[in-house]
């Protein structure tokens, strides 16, 4: 029986060195992921949320126009 919140399934199993894919599916649907195993990957889930953030805040200050 798997584990809940294991979305990736066995394609989540790391494969042999560090090439490991920047996408993968989730389990249900067909949206793709970033994968937090690939370093380039965990950059983004960190990067792409606080640059979200500054472009909202900036465009409630103005500065955008």
């Known amino acids: 029986m798997r584990h ?9 199993r ?5 090439d490991h894919p920047l996408f993968i ?3 249900y649907g067909t949206r ?3 994968n937090h195993r690939n ?5 983004l889930i960190m990067i792409v ?4 953030i500054g472009a909202l805040l900036l465009m ?3 500065a955008g126009r």
């Open 49 to 52: 949320p606080i640059v979200a």
């Open 4 to 12: 809940e919140n294991d979305h990736a399934g066995d394609r989540d």
């Open 25 to 27: 599916r989730q389990r």
């Open 14 to 18: 790391a494969p042999a060195g560090d």
């Open 39 to 43: 370093p380039v990957g965990l950059a």
């Open 32 to 34: 793709w992921v970033y």
């Open 60 to 62: 409630t200050r103005g």
